[in-house]
Each structure stands twice: as structure tokens, then as C-alpha cells.
């Protein structure tokens, strides 16, 4: 390239990138993450952690200081560690504040109880409501901090099974009915894991890896586990150090593992019967999802609302008929629908009104607790409040009257029952202690309600949970007995039958949660279910159960085959059986294999809640949150060494990354130095996201250098002689920038952004004249700048939407816009404008329609400035079929004025696309594999592409530079064809295209790194 060349380019690469203003947190689209809230935090010291909380939930944080320390010295003594420095431990009083937490970047979803992060080894979690819902998921994270921690740097490479499965062994313990479960019906089912196969996403790490660890801390010892965690942080590998602490090879380990789950389930067999026998399938795969949960029958038992991911995009509330299962309506549409944030699927179910017209459901809507009341018939929202002072509800039931619904509500990090009165839309607290209060149940007379509680059974000051019971209260009295219990295992999602004598709830008292009923005046127990698997929800504690309110048919949810399902029973008294002819073989279901342990360290240590718990009167000391910056993480620092034609060069840099325990202050900083200090990159960046407005700044120093050398022979004097010259131009950018983002809610944002960019440029010229000897016989070097430095301010806002689910390569349901405006001004003068609507339908399953129309422009006196780049609109982005390197010079049919027209029509000041494809999951179709996407993560789509650039309409512009709109002879390009998009290492998209470009005429194939539209 000739040097005149070299400057043109680094003069359109200044210019071309000034316009294109980042947008804030760097996002082109993007779903967003809101902080509602502003949380006064306050730091809690105890012996070894730094308790982060908010003044709300400060009585709660009394209590869990005790849990964590309790907790640390467990772990310490189960991993035979300490930690050397304190232990951050940061706490929201519900999970909706736990979701606008900005240590964890990212949206948090309404699975996850909580989080330990690796880089300050900091743990956030939010209260769960009960004391040991809580107590267990402090424990949980705490394995991590000492994974993390023992670990170091080795603990990325750590697969789920491993880290997650030893956290839940060592935080439960050998004895957990959910867990027994899943490995029952994996049994039943012939799916039991190799220990290779824990590393497939088909076996869900929690449960799976739970099992493994409580059978080597069984054969082997509790005291194995933390030799087999230090052993993989040095050899790196999970399996091999699990492989060499247990001298078995993996087939013999495997197989091992595999008798002792076979010994201990397979007599349970002769005992149980499948759900089926129970009642009929009502709700499925066939008809609905393979996740079907929290049953609501409509009080005439005709019609039932229930939570499924039938969409296969997101859990919604369908209505079914309970005669034939035919979905008639879906309720909800969270997935596209930005009013609701969650349904709190795992923890709630919904409510019929008493004339079974109305339902009602709860949900989160701008980080608050909102119930909504539903006409079923219509599809009509008949109600819609939020309870601002409450941090989460679940499990509305409706009074018999019509007037009340109680719900079980968290407030300061508790759980407890409250009424909202639709007459006086009044919110009633009825409950205010630690205890857990759960699951209410309005009797049919209106003068009782059932709800499940601890209160009988926990030692609050010991921190000693017991077994959840079914507790009565009297709403007029505030008042409260325990129903007629058994003495083993949890009772909880209490339902009254028709005439009020009874309660039917779900207990798991000899290992297997089934269905049972209560006579309350004879305190007599019937078992309705006696299943190998059990009825449950997500977690132990969410609602599998309803009973009809006038009719008295009764419908439950069983997980079965991996999927979870319910059944209809028309008849329930034809099951009822006195606990007395129950018989199980002798065994105890919910032990995780081997069964036959002796001892274990883990189990003494749960069951002994005294052992390292602080006294109930301690004094802990608590100081202001202070927001100091420390170092968070540093980037690998770099050297680079080598030589080109310009010589030899050293080159390095480093990137240290600071930020304050929450996250609300990030500082960037990097530094890259290549040769001398005129080659200095660099970079700061503050960004401040302690409130709902997240806003930045950035300064920076860029050089970017282009060179050329060339060596030519020429005659001097009549010697001859080689002239050597060497161009080095080098461009210097110094950018001060301010940017804030404001999401209104978690599709909506607007973004803002103002700044000064300076622009310089210098030449450095060397020249040599060299005999044929090797003598230098005249040279040197000179410096110049060949044009004025560009300084220009710039401005940008724009409004962002996106509503749209994303899948494996590109977006499939849901729409998405942007419409921005940049004003850029000083040595230019010119306003850049974007829009980019895009829309995403799926008229048949799962063939997605997906449309974009796209407007990029320059607008004022210098848009067609010759220093700044054309547009293109063959990217491949953009209209596919003209690519850049795909011309070629026959294609070019000189003009008078324009040596290739061809491709030059592709460039403008100003361009419009426009393009639509039918694009599916091409293995998902073809029936090859389980799931949306079938065995590979690969689309197909066919599609059409159109596109316009064009120049200004100023007076003067060329007709075959002028848009056809405009009077001018320019007229879009057009491209069809088919494309395949395959999702690498859940990372990037390749994409690989096959298009008939018309205004070519010819076909043209093009692989890129692009995910779909």
C-alpha cells in the first residue's frame, strides 16, 4: 500500500468509529437486571465472617450470624481447613431484593437460593423463610467459600457433580428424601449414572452428585472427602482424584456404587405402585410439558389450573379441563410479558375463587410481591395488587365467603401468614415470630384455616428445627393448635375435605412423600398413595397436591421417568388404606446408599446443633457499609518480544481490575506499553451501579500505528545503490466518555451518552541510501504531522426494547427495537440515527418467523464528508450474498463514473435492510434427540435479504449514488437462500450460508461467527 494510502485508512478508521457510540454495560440489545431498591447497607462482625445486611432484616441476621458460625466450624472440621481471612457473607431479606444483588453479574433466576462467587469468595444469598430452608443453603454456600478457597485457581475447572454434589452431601447429609428419590426412579428406569456420565447435563448435579458423595463418605469415610478435594485442586481433575483415593478403577467404582443404590431401593418395589395405579394421567408430555406441577382443581372439580414449561420457553399457568386434561387456556405469558418477573413456581400454586370463576396466582412485578386475579373465561385480569411491604407471598387461598385471601408472605427475611381483604383492600398480618408459617388453608366453613408451621417442633434459641406439622388457626381470634400429627417425617400442603373433618396433606413419614388424610376428631391417619418414586414438586416443600373444594376429587404431581406429572383421582376414599397395614420392608427410603454405614462425621455433626453454636445472647459488633475499592481480579499481565521491518520491539501490559464488596463501584485500569512512551495504551473506566441509574466514565489514550517500507535500487554518480524508506504514521486517540443506563423494567431501558474524542496524527520518516559495499552514504529521519488533529464531541440516547427469548443461535419468540440518536460535532458536524425493529413469531411449533427492518444514517451539512467510510451493506450481518471477498473483477461492469458498479451500489452514507426467515431446529424437527434442539444444538432457516445504501439527498449527489425514492437511479440488492447455525461449546455460532445473490446472479456460500438476527 503507498504511504499516501496508509493515511487515508487510519483517517477513516479515526472518523468511522467515533459515530458508533457503545451503548452502557456494552449491550447492542439485552434483557436488563434492575435494582428497584435501595438497600442501606450495614456490615454484622462476627468470630470469622463480615455479615452485609440492610436494617430490615436485622433480626433474621442475628440469627444467622449463629448458623454461619455454627457452619464454619462443621466444615472446618469435615475438611480438616481454616481460612485465613475473614469471610463475606452478604444477606437480602427476600429473593426478589437477592435478584437486583449486583455481585452476581447477569439476571438471577427463581431457581437459584443463592451464590458464592470464586474471585473475593464472596457469598450472597437471601432469606428463604423458614429457619432451615435458610440455615441449609448457608451451609450449601459455605462449601463453596471452602472449595474456593482450597481450591484456589483449580477450582474452575471443577465439574457440577463435584462441586455442587459434595456442597449438598455435606450441608444434608446422608439422609434426604428428594435426593433417595431421584435415585429410585433412575433405577426403576435404568438411568443410573456411570461416574463418567455425572458430567452430562442429563443428570442434574445437585441430586446426582449429592448420591455419589454420601456413598464414598459411607464406604470410605466422611474424612475422604476433603482428601479428595485437595487432590483435585493438584492433580486437576475431579474424577482422577476420586479414582486414586479409592484405588478402584471407574467401571469397578461405578459398578460398586450401583449395588449398594440396587440393595437398598430394589426391595421397596414389592411395597409401592406407580402413580398410575393410583389415579389417571392427566396432565403430561402428551398434553402439556415434561415439568407439570402445583395442582389447583377448580371447586366443582371440573376444571384445573396447574404450572408447566409446556412452552418449553418459560414455567406458565395453564387451565385444563379434569375430565379429558385439554389445555383451554394459558394463563400467563412471563416469558415475553415483562410485567411478571417470576411465578414463584417453585414455592406457590394458585387459588379458585369459591365460584370457581376466578383464580388467583402470585408473581413478582417491579421487584415487589404481586397477586393477580384472573377471569378464567374470559382471560381477563379482574384484580391486580402489590404488597410493597413484603418482600415475597405464595400459596394464595381464598375464604370461603369470597371476601379474604390469605397467603403465607416473607417480611425481614420470615415467614408468616397475612390476609388481604378485597372489601377494604387491606393487607391483615396474622402471624409475626420466627417460626415458619406456610401453605394456608381456608376450611370450608370459614372459620378455621390449615397451615404448615415448625412452631411445634423447633428450638428457636438452640437453632434445633424440627419436622414440619399442620398447625389450625382461627383468623377471628388469632389463635392457634396443632392438627393430630404423626411422630416421623414432614407434614405440609394441607387441603380440607368437603365437609371439613378431614385434612388431606403429604408426609414423608417413612421416607417417600405420599398422600395422606387426617380425621381430626378421631386423630385417625389414612394413606391415600404408597408410590416408589413420591409426590412432590421442585423442592420438598413446594405444593404437589389439591383437593376439589365441593366436589372432593383430589390431583397430584409425581415425579416419574425424570418428568413430573399429574394425576386425577375421582374417587379418593377407594385408596385409602389405615397407616397401620403400611409395610416397607424394613428399609428406610430416604437413607442414601450404603445403608449400611456405621457412622458418619456429616450426620453426628447436622444432628448435633449445639456443637459450635454461638449463645443466644451474643453480641455482635456492626458498623456502616463503606464503599472501598479492592482489588478483584488481575489479568494475566503480558510480554511480547520479536522484531519486523522496522526492527526489534518489546511489548507488555496488565489490566487490574477493583471493586467494592457489593459491587456498587467498578474500576477498570490497564496499561500497555509497546517500545516507547509515544506507544502508551491507556484506559480507566469507573462505573457507578449503586442505584437503578447505572452510570460510567472512561478516559483513554489509543495509538493506533500503520507502516511501509520499501527498498528500491536506483543509480547515484553512476553507482548503483538501494534507497531504503521506512513510513511509520502513527494515530493517537485520547477519549474521555460519560455514559448512564436507566432500566425502566426488565425489557424497557433508555441509555445515554456524552463525550470529547481527540484525534492527532505524526509521520515518522526514515531514509537510507546503501553502496553495494554496505556503506551508508546519506540518510535520516523527520517528523511531521500531516493534518490538523480532529476534535469532536459526541452525544447519544436511545431507547431500547427486548422482550425476546433467545435460543441455541439466534432469538426465537418476542420482538426487540433500538432507535438511537448520535450527534457528533467540532471538526465534523454530522447526527448518525439508528432503528432496528426486529419481531420473532412461532405460528406452528417450532418453526419461528423472524423479521428485522433496519435504518443506519448520517445526517447534516458533513455526512458526506470524504474523510469518513462509506457504509456497507454486504456484510454478512446484513444482506448476505455480498460479502466483500466474494467479488471479483469480472463481475465489474466499468461506467463512464464508476469503474465496478456492482459493488460500489453497496456503499452509502446511508443504508436500509430488511429481512425475513423461516428458521427451526433442523434435529429437533427430524425427531433426533430429546428436547426443543434434538441432539444437536444446530437451526436451519431459509431466508430473503434486502438492502439500499445510498448518499445524502443533498443537491449535487450523482443519480446512481441518489435512492430510487429520491429520483436517483440506486435501487435495493436483493439475496435468498438457506443457512445453518450451529452453537459451539454453548460459546460462539458458526454460521454457514448459501445465497443467490440476484443482482449477481450468481451463488454465493459464507461461513462467519454470527448468530442469527
Known amino acids: 500500500m503507498r504511504f499516501e494510502g496508509w493515511i487515508a485508512a487510519a483517517i477513516f478508521i479515526a472518523i468511522g468509529v467515533v459515530g458508533t457510540a457503545a451503548p452502557a454495560q456494552g449491550q447492542y440489545?439485552?434483557?436488563?437486571?434492575?435494582?428497584?431498591?435501595?438497600?442501606?447497607?450495614?456490615?454484622?462482625?462476627?468470630?470469622?465472617?463480615?455479615?452485609?445486611?440492610?436494617?430490615?432484616?436485622?433480626?433474621?441476621?442475628?440469627?444467622?450470624?449463629?448458623?454461619?458460625?455454627?457452619?464454619?466450624?462443621?466444615?472446618?472440621?469435615?475438611?480438616n481447613h481454616q481460612f485465613d481471612r475473614r469471610q463475606p457473607l452478604i444477606l437480602y431479606a427476600s429473593h426478589p431484593h437477592f435478584r437486583q444483588t449486583n455481585v452476581l453479574q447477569g439476571t438471577v433466576g427463581p431457581g437459584t437460593g443463592g451464590a458464592t462467587e470464586p474471585l473475593r469468595r464472596r457469598i450472597v444469598l437471601p432469606f428463604a423463610g423458614p429457619l432451615a430452608e435458610t440455615d441449609h443453603v448457608i451451609g450449601h454456600e459455605l462449601v463453596h467459600a471452602f472449595q474456593f478457597d482450597m481450591l484456589r485457581r483449580g477450582a474452575s475447572g471443577m465439574p457440577l457433580w463435584f462441586i455442587e454434589g459434595m456442597a449438598e452431601y455435606l450441608s444434608r447429609g446422608p439422609v434426604d428424601a428428594l435426593t433417595a428419590m431421584w435415585l429410585r426412579d433412575a433405577l426403576e428406569n435404568d438411568n443410573l449414572p456411570s461416574l463418567a456420565q455425572?458430567?452430562?447435563?442429563?443428570?442434574?448435579?445437585?441430586?446426582?452428585?449429592?448420591?455419589?458423595?454420601?456413598?464414598?463418605?459411607?464406604?470410605?469415610?466422611?474424612?475422604?472427602?476433603?482428601?479428595?478435594?485437595?487432590?483435585?485442586?493438584?492433580?486437576?481433575?475431579?474424577?482422577?482424584?476420586?479414582?486414586?483415593?479409592?484405588e478402584l478403577s471407574e467401571k469397578e467404582l461405578t459398578e460398586a456404587?450401583?449395588?449398594?443404590?440396587?440393595?437398598?431401593?430394589?426391595?421397596?418395589?414389592?411395597?409401592?405402585?406407580?402413580?398410575?395405579?393410583?389415579?389417571?394421567?392427566?396432565?403430561?408430555?402428551?398434553?402439556?410439558?415434561?415439568?407439570?406441577?402445583?395442582?389447583?382443581?377448580?371447586?366443582?372439580?371440573?376444571?384445573?389450573?396447574?404450572?408447566?414449561?409446556?412452552?418449553?420457553?418459560?414455567?406458565?399457568?395453564?387451565v385444563a379441563d379434569a375430565e379429558t386434561g385439554e389445555v383451554t387456556r394459558k394463563v400467563t405469558e412471563t416469558a415475553l410479558d415483562p410485567h411478571y418477573e417470576s411465578l414463584q413456581f417453585i414455592s406457590s400454586a394458585g387459588a379458585w375463587s369459591p365460584e370457581g370463576r376466578r383464580l388467583a396466582f402470585v408473581a413478582v412485578s417491579g421487584g415487589q410481591p404481586l397477586l393477580t386475579l384472573l377471569d378464567t373465561e374470559s382471560g381477563e385480569k379482574v384484580r391486580e395488587r402489590k404488597f410493597p411491604e413484603l418482600g415475597e407471598i405464595a400459596n394464595p387461598s381464598w375464604s370461603p365467603d369470597g371476601r379474604f385471601i390469605a397467603f403465607s408472605g416473607i417480611d425481614g427475611g420470615y415467614s408468616d401468614l397475612f390476609m388481604w381483604d378485597l372489601e377494604t383492600d387491606s393487607l391483615i398480618r396474622l402471624t409475626e415470630d420466627p417460626y415458619a408459617d406456610l401453605q394456608p388453608a381456608w376450611s370450608p366453613d370459614g372459620r378455621r384455616m390449615a397451615f404448615v408451621t415448625d412452631?411445634?417442633?423447633?428450638?428457636?434459641?438452640?437453632?434445633?428445627?424440627?419436622?414440619?406439622?399442620?398447625?389450625?388457626?382461627?383468623?377471628?381470634?388469632?389463635?392457634?393448635?396443632?392438627?393430630?400429627?404423626?411422630?416421623?417425617?414432614?407434614?405440609?400442603?394441607?387441603?380440607?375435605?368437603?365437609?371439613?373433618?378431614?385434612?388431606?396433606?403429604?408426609?414423608?413419614?417413612?421416607?417417600?412423600?405420599d398422600v395422606y388424610r387426617?380425621?381430626?376428631?378421631?386423630?385417625?391417619?389414612?394413606?391415600?398413595?404408597?408410590?416408589?418414586?413420591?409426590?412432590?414438586?421442585?423442592?420438598?416443600?413446594?405444593?404437589?397436591?389439591?383437593?376439589?373444594?365441593?366436589?372432593?376429587?383430589?390431583?397430584?404431581?409425581?415425579?416419574?421417568?425424570?418428568?413430573?406429572?399429574?394425576?386425577?383421582?375421582?374417587?379418593?376414599?377407594?385408596?385409602?388404606?389405615?397407616?397401620?397395614?403400611?409395610?416397607?420392608?424394613?428399609?428406610?427410603?430416604?437413607?442414601?446408599?450404603?445403608q449400611d454405614r456405621e457412622s458418619s462425621q456429616v450426620a453426628s455433626l447436622l444432628r448435633a446443633p449445639a456443637t459450635g453454636l454461638p449463645p443466644a445472647d451474643t453480641t455482635f459488633a456492626v458498623s456502616d457499609y463503606s464503599a472501598g475499592l479492592g482489588l478483584a481480579y488481575v489479568a494475566p499481565p503480558t510480554v511480547v518480544a520479536g522484531a519486523d521491518q522496522f526492527g526489534a520491539f518489546v511489548a507488555g501490559g496488565s489490566t487490574l481490575f477493583f471493586s467494592d464488596m457489593l459491587n456498587h463501584h467498578l474500576l477498570a485500569t490497564s496499561l500497555q506499553v509497546s517500545g516507547s512512551f509515544e506507544n502508551l495504551t491507556a484506559a480507566v473506566a469507573y462505573q457507578n451501579q449503586e442505584d437503578r441509574l447505572i452510570w460510567g466514565l472512561t478516559a483513554e489514550r489509543v495509538p493506533l500505528l500503520f507502516g511501509d517500507l520499501s527498498i528500491e535500487t536506483t543509480s547515484v554518480g553512476g553507482e548503483e545503490v538501494l534507497v531504503q524508506r521506512s513510513f511509520l504514521f502513527r494515530q493517537v486517540t485520547y477519549r474521555v466518555v460519560g455514559t448512564a443506563w436507566y432500566?425502566?423494567?426488565?425489557?424497557?431501558?433508555?441509555?445515554?451518552?456524552?463525550?470529547?474524542?481527540?484525534?492527532?496524527?505524526?509521520?515518522?520518516?526514515?531514509?537510507?541510501?546503501?553502496t553495494a559495499a554496505g556503506e551508508v552514504v546519506s540518510g535520516g529521519s523527520r517528523e511531521s504531522s500531516p493534518f490538523d488533529a480532529l476534535n469532536l464531541g459526541t452525544a447519544s440516547a436511545a431507547l431500547v426494547y427486548d422482550n425476546s427469548i433467545f435460543g441455541a443461535t439466534s432469538p426465537i419468540l418476542g420482538q426487540r427495537y433500538r432507535f438511537e440518536a448520535t450527534p457528533?460535532?467540532?471538526?465534523?458536524?454530522?447526527?448518525?440515527?439508528?432503528?432496528?425493529?426486529r419481531k420473532y413469531f412461532m405460528p406452528v411449533r417450532p418453526f419461528t418467523l423472524a423479521f428485522r427492518v433496519l435504518h443506519f444514517g448520517r445526517y447534516g451539512g458533513d455526512a458526506d464528508d470524504d474523510r469518513l467510510n462509506d457504509l456497507y451493506v454486504g456484510f454478512p450481518g446484513l444482506v448476505r450474498g455480498y460479502e466483500r471477498g466474494s467479488f471479483s473483477v469480472d463481475e465489474c461492469e466499468p461506467t463512464p463514473t464508476d469503474p465496478c458498479p456492482v459493488f460500489n451500489q453497496l456503499f452509502g452514507t446511508r443504508i436500509a435492510v430488511a429481512n425475513a426467515e423461516v428458521r427451526?431446529?433442523?434435529?429437533?424437527?427430524l425427531g433426533l434427540g430429546e428436547g426443543y434442539y434434538g441432539a444437536v444444538p444446530l437451526e436451519m432457516a431459509f431466508f430473503g435479504d434486502a438492502g439500499l445504501a445510498w448518499q445524502s439527498d443533498l443537491a449535487g449527489t450523482p443519480s446512481d449514488e441518489s435512492a430510487f425514492f429520491l429520483g436517483g437511479d440506486r435501487d435495493p440488492v436483493f439475496s435468498a437462500g438457506a443457512a445453518w447455525r450451529l452453537n459451539l461449546f454453548r460459546y460462539l455460532v458458526l454460521q454457514f450460508d448459501v445465497a443467490r445473490a440476484f443482482e449477481r446472479d450468481k451463488w454465493v456460500t459464507q461461513l462467519t461467527l454470527l448468530p442469527g438476527f
Do not use: C
Not at 414440619?468 to 375435605?497: C, N
Open 743 to 770: 432500566p425502566i423494567n426488565r425489557s424497557h431501558r433508555l441509555e445515554f451518552s456524552g463525550g470529547y474524542r481527540r484525534i492527532g496524527f505524526d509521520i515518522e520518516l526514515d531514509s537510507a541510501v546503501v
Open 29 to 79: 440489545f439485552g434483557r436488563n437486571k434492575v435494582r428497584y431498591e435501595d438497600f442501606d447497607f450495614q456490615v454484622l462482625k462476627t468470630a470469622h465472617f463480615d455479615i452485609y445486611f440492610y436494617p430490615g432484616e436485622r433480626a433474621a441476621v442475628e440469627r444467622a450470624a449463629r448458623m454461619a458460625e455454627r457452619w464454619y466450624v462443621r466444615l472446618s472440621r469435615l475438611l
Open 455 to 513: 412452631r411445634y417442633t423447633t428450638d428457636l434459641e438452640g437453632l434445633d428445627y424440627g419436622a414440619y406439622r399442620i398447625g389450625l388457626f382461627d383468623p377471628e381470634t388469632g389463635s392457634m393448635s396443632p392438627a393430630p400429627s404423626l411422630d416421623t417425617g414432614k407434614a405440609i400442603d394441607p387441603h380440607w375435605s368437603p365437609d371439613g373433618g378431614s385434612i388431606y396433606f403429604l408426609s414423608d413419614a417413612d421416607g417417600i412423600t
Open 198 to 246: 455425572l458430567q452430562s447435563p442429563e443428570f442434574f448435579p445437585y441430586r446426582y452428585g449429592h448420591a455419589f458423595f454420601a456413598f464414598i463418605g459411607g464406604t470410605w469415610g466422611d474424612e475422604a472427602i476433603g482428601e479428595i478435594l485437595r487432590r483435585a485442586g493438584g492433580m486437576r481433575g475431579a474424577s482422577a482424584a476420586v479414582l486414586e483415593y479409592t
Open 920 to 925: 427451526f431446529p433442523l434435529f429437533g424437527v
Open 257 to 318: 456404587w450401583h449395588e449398594t443404590i440396587a440393595a437398598a431401593y430394589e426391595p421397596l418395589r414389592s411395597g409401592t405402585r406407580p402413580p398410575e395405579e393410583h389415579g389417571r394421567l392427566l396432565i403430561g408430555e402428551e398434553n402439556a410439558g415434561t415439568v407439570n406441577l402445583a395442582p389447583a382443581l377448580s371447586p366443582d372439580g371440573q376444571r384445573i389450573a396447574f404450572l408447566s414449561e409446556k412452552s418449553q420457553f418459560a414455567i406458565e399457568i395453564f
Open 824 to 837: 457528533i460535532f467540532g471538526s465534523i458536524n454530522i447526527v448518525e440515527a439508528l432503528g432496528d425493529y
Open 518 to 594: 387426617v380425621e381430626l376428631e378421631s386423630g385417625r391417619y389414612y394413606r391415600l398413595t404408597h408410590l416408589y418414586t413420591g409426590v412432590t414438586g421442585i423442592t420438598g416443600l413446594s405444593p404437589a397436591l389439591s383437593v376439589a373444594a365441593r366436589s372432593g376429587e383430589l390431583a397430584f404431581s409425581a415425579y416419574t421417568a425424570g418428568d413430573y406429572a399429574i394425576y386425577a383421582v375421582d374417587e379418593p376414599g377407594g385408596l385409602e388404606r389405615q397407616i397401620s397395614d403400611r409395610a416397607l420392608a424394613g428399609r428406610e427410603p430416604a437413607a442414601l446408599p450404603p
